[in-house]
T-cell receptor
Framework: SQQGEEDPQALSIQEGENATMNCSYK?????LQWYRQNSGRGLVHLIL?????REKHSGRLRVTLDTSKKSSSLLITASRAADTASYFC?????????FGAGTTVTVRA | NAGVTQTPKFQVLKTGQSMTLQCAQD?????MYWYRQDPGMGLRLIYY???????DKGEVPNGYNVSRLNKREFSLRLESAAPSQTSVYFC???????????FGNGTRLTVT
């Protein structure tokens, strides 16, 4: 069963705007990871946030984690056409990753 | 500099046929995984190998077998393919369990 569920399922934004997507999960976790998948390719790891961390940054990415609400968010700032992809959250419980169904982001030029 | 390599990229099977999906990584990773990706379902873990010599079932192991041939290679076998196994299969590896995964580009399998 899917541990993480992303919201929204799809998102369309203008280049330069910010994109925010959320992930909710059901049980306690060791860490939460975000991945990107371009069409027809494998997933690429973006960022990992541990259960004792609340916020993490990597370039134009900002991830937050609220373990009390069992939720995480991924913010992409100043989006570019190259950010068009599907984004997945994955929760690590007992060293096995469980993926959500993903958010498809389209960045319009 | 290849990372995780999967072969073949595409395969069409008839119901009841068997085949083996190959995966190799050149990053000296200890852990390897097989996932399947279906529309609207995300990725589901089929089998994993925490280290050379060990394999364990994931969320959806029925109908599959795996072999950790050596530290580099982890194969997935379908003994008698069924239409429900039509999917995109991804192999991944990580230095140790719990660390970020490195994915191959997938094998798109269609069972008719």
């Amino acid at each position: 069963s899917q541990q993480g569920e992303e919201d929204p399922q799809a998102l369309s934004i203008q280049e330069g705007e910010n994109a925010t997507m959320n992930c909710s999960y059901k049980t306690s976790i060791n860490n939460l990871q975000w991945y990107r998948q371009n069409s027809g390719r494998g997933l690429v790891h973006l960022i990992l946030i541990r259960s004792n961390e609340r916020e993490k940054h990597s370039g134009r990415l900002r991830v937050t984690l609220d373990t009390s609400k069992k939720s995480s968010s991924l913010l992409i700032t100043a989006s570019r056409a190259a950010d068009t992809a599907s984004y997945f959250c994955a929760t690590d419980k007992d060293y096995k990753l469980s993926f959500g169904a993903g958010t498809t982001v389209t960045v319009r030029a | 500099n290849a990372g995780v390599t999967q072969t073949p990229k595409f395969q069409v099977l008839k119901t009841g046929q068997s085949m083996t999906l190959q995966c190799a990584q050149d990053m000296n990773h200890n852990s390897m995984y097989w996932y399947r990706q279906d529309p609207g379902m995300g990725l589901r873990l089929i089998y994993y190998s925490a280290s050379e010599g060990t394999t364990d079932k994931g969320e959806v192991p029925n109908g599959y077998n795996v072999s950790r041939l050596n530290k580099r290679e982890f194969s997935l076998r379908l003994e008698s393919a069924a239409p429900s196994q039509t999917s995109v299969y991804f192999c991944a590896s990580s230095p140790i369990q719990g660390s970020p995964l490195h994915f191959g580009n997938g094998t798109r399998l269609t069972v008719t």
